[in-house]
C-alpha cells in the first residue's frame, strides 16, 4: 500500500472544487487497522495509528479519538491511501465539559438551586438565575440577590446553543479535503511524551565463573491512552529533543504485568541508536508497567576483579587503613552469532555458591551505558570482607620548593583459602617519576597507575614504591 504524506499544499487543488460546509464525524478506535509504538529511552514514543474513515466528496472534519493526550501536535503527520485527498488544518481540543465551563455558561440564564435540610437531610430545589461567578457565586433567588449561599448549582440540561462546543474527552481533529466519497486508510504519525523503557538484566554467574545474562525491558505507560494490540519497537540510545518535560509521576495503584518471547529480532544499526523490533504485538494499559523478554546471553567468560582505589598515593597521613577491597565483577560483550549491544540499564547478579543444590543469592546491582558488542562490562558489587589493606607512609623528603620524593608500603591481606591477584589503582600529578617499586606498575592514564598484586591464599602481599615529583 503505497501512503502519501498530506500536507496543506496538496489540499489547495481541492479547495476551488469542494463545498464549504464540512461533515463532521468521530474516528474512534474501532476504526483501527493498525498501531505500531517505537518507544525511546527519554520519556519519547513515535506512535503510527492507521485507521479506516469514510470520506465524503469535499471537507471532512474527524475527531480522531483514543490519541495520547501528550501528543506533540508539532510533529503530527497524516498519511493517506488514497489520490486526492487532502490536509486542510488539525488542531488538539481540549476537553471543557467540566463545572467551571458549564457555570461560565450559564452565567445570566436560569439554573436549579439546591439547598439540604440539617436535621432531616431533606432536599429543596428552588428556580434561580445565576448573575456572576467573579470572586464568588451571586445567584438571584426568588427576587432576592444572594452572595455565596449554602447549597449547590444544578442544571435541568446542558446550556445552549454551545452544546457542541462542551467536549467530556479532548482529542485531535483534522479537516481534510476528498476529491470524491469514498472510504480512505489514514496513518497518523505522531510524537509523544510520556512512554518510557528501561533494560533490566539478571547475571547469574556460575561457580565456574561463567555469566548467563538475560535482558529484560520495562515499559512504562504514563498517559492516559490504551495502546490495544500494537507492534512493539524499541530504540536504544539518546536522541536529541530541545526540551524535555519532566515525566509524570507512576499513578498509585498502576498495573504491572510481564510477556515473555521466546526470541526477538538482532537490533537493526540506525545512526548512531539501535532499533529492536521485538516482533511482538503488547496492549498497554493507562498507568501500566509491562517487562518484556530481549534476549539471552550463556556462557560468558567473567572474572571477579579486587581492587583498591585511591590507597596508593604520594602524601596523606602516615597509615591509613584497614581498608576492604572493591568487589567488581568484568565480562565482555562477546561478539558472536547471538551478538547484542547492551541497552543501558541496571544489571542485578545473582551467584550460585554451590554446584549441585542450594538457590542462587543476590550479590549486587549496577548500571552500566550503552555498551556495544566487544565492549567491556564492568559491574561494582560492593566491598570484599575477606580481603583488606593497609596504606604506611615510609618516606617523605622535601627536594626544594617545587619537587619533593614520597615512599610507600601497601600490605594487602587474603583471608580466603585460595590465591588472588588485587589490583591497587593510584592517581599521581603529572610528571610523576616512580623511582623504585616492588612489583612493575602499569601507565593507565597520564595521571593513574595500577600495581596488580598476587596475594597467597590466608597470607599477605606488600608493595613497595618511591615517587618523585617535580611541578
Known sequence: MNFRLLTAAAALSLLLATPAAAVERDLSTEAQRGLTLTVYQNGLALVHDRRWAPLVAGRNTLQIEGLSEQLILGSLRVYSSEEGVGLVARSLRAADLNPSRLLEEMVGRRVLYVTTNPNTGEETTRPARLLSLHGGLVLEIEGRVELNPPGRIALEALPEPNEQALRAKGGLEVTLDSAEARPAELTFGYLTDGMNWQADYVADLAPDGTVDLTAHVTLSNNLRTRFAFADLRLVAGEVSRKSLAPPPMMARGQAESMVAMDTVMAPVETGDR???????????????????????????????????????????????????????????????????????????????????????VFTGEAGIGHTPVGGEVELSLGRAFDVTAVARRTTFERLGDRAFESGQEIQVTNAKSEPLEVQLIGRFPRGTQILEESLPHEQRTAERLTWTVTVPANGTATLTYRARVQN
Open 274 to 360: 539501535y532499533l529492536y523490533d521485538t516482533g511482538l504485538e503488547i496492549t498497554l494499559e493507562p498507568g501500566e508497567r509491562k517487562q518484556v523478554a530481549l534476549f539471552q546471553l550463556t556462557d560468558i567468560p567473567a572474572e571477579r576483579r579486587y581492587s583498591f582505589d585511591g590507597l596508593a598515593s604520594l602524601g596523606g597521613p602516615d597509615e591509613i587503613g584497614p581498608v576492604q577491597a572493591n568487589l567488581e565483577l568484568v565480562f565482555d560483550n562477546p561478539a558472536r552469532t547471538d551478538e547484542r549491544p547492551l541497552p543501558a540499564g541496571t544489571i542485578r547478579v545473582y551467584e550460585a555458591l554451590d554446584e549441585d543444590e542450594g538457590q542462587p
